[in-house]
């Protein structure tokens, strides 16, 4: 049987994309430049570029939930209002392509680009392996560095607020969580600013987010969630979901053990558990 007629299976399971082979292969992270190989392709965007990068940023990723831009968004991280005069066009792409290789620690996680963003469809970050065989490429690099160059170039180029550009909240420098953090340090690290560090909804960017973060203490609502909802939340984000753009996913950033260590830890922050029906020993 060809590579190009090999049976491939996608299944959503719960908001999550997963991608198997009839032949049972494992799916491996794709190997990427890391970030001080990477050169943007700085050009001129058209007025519809613009407006489409604008939209994106507004409307499906996650961005603004972090960053502020003409005085919208959260205070996490740096204001993206005047990136043209505070950073480097190679800087914004590798922070945007690739945030962890670029500072390492960073809260920020890398986003996947969903097909619908693009009039082509993105890669999602994967190769398959069958056997032996080399990897089989879904599709092409091109198209999701195509979005991300078209991301970074509006930032760059866009006209830069003429205010005074709003404070980040104080943050300590970047220090990662290792491999064997427990779900209440990932918890801290990943989700409280937003969340709290009780889970009340209430973290110090909360109050700068058109929508309210969930209450993971809230026992009423979190007894209703499956803990497979919940760890699709957390890998997926919050557009997959179909809930706020805001919430960035960490499927990319997190292993899915840690993932699970956050869920435990969600489990424990509202004294509650799921659904009987979906419990699952875990």
């Given amino acids: 049987m060809s590579k190009s007629s090999r049976a491939r299976h996608v299944i959503a399971a719960g908001g999550s994309l ?10 491996v992270p794709q190997t990427r430049a890391s970030a001080a190989e990477r050169r943007m392709t700085v050009r001129e965007l058209s007025a519809f570029e613009m ?13 603004l939930g972090c960053h502020e831009l003409d005085g919208e968004g959260g205070r996490i991280g740096p204001s993206l209002s005047r990136l043209a005069v505070t950073r480097s066009p190679d800087y914004v792409f590798a922070m945007i392509s690739d945030p962890q290789g670029t500072v390492p620690g960073t809260v920020m996680p890398r986003v996947p680009m969903m097909r619908k963003y693009v009039t082509r469809p993105a890669r999602y970050g994967y190769q398959l392996r069958v056997g032996g065989e080399p990897p089989l490429q879904r599709e092409s690099d091109v198209v999701e560095e195509t979005t991300l160059e078209l991301i970074a ?4 180029q866009r006209e830069p607020s003429s205010g005074r550009v709003p404070a980040q909240l104080p943050r300590p420098a970047p220090s990662p969580p290792d491999s064997t953090a427990d779900g209440a340090t990932l918890y801290g690290h990943y ?10 909804g209430d973290g ?3 109050e700068y987010l058109p929508v309210t973060p969930v209450s993971h203490a809230d026992a009423t609502y979190m007894s209703g969630r499956p803990d497979d909802s919940l760890f699709d939340a957390i890998y997926s984000g919050g557009y997959i979901m179909n809930r706020s753009q805001l919430m960035p996913a960490y499927g990319w950033t997190l ?7 956050i869920v435990r830890h969600l489990r424990a922050l509202c004294d509650c558990r799921g659904p009987d029906w979906s419990r699952d020993n875990r």
């Avoid at 407006?51 to 990723?61: H, I, P, S, T």
């Fill in 153 to 156: 170039n509006y930032l760059l």
């Fill in 18 to 27: 997963l991608v198997a082979l009839s032949s049972a292969a494992p799916v």
């Fill in 51 to 63: 407006e489409k990068a604008a939209r994106l940023l507004r409307e499906k990723l996650p961005c």
């Fill in 204 to 206: 110090p960017n909360a």
């Fill in 255 to 261: 292993s899915r053990e840690q993932i699970w260590r």
């Fill in 191 to 200: 989700c409280a600013s937003c969340h709290g560090e009780e889970g009340a």
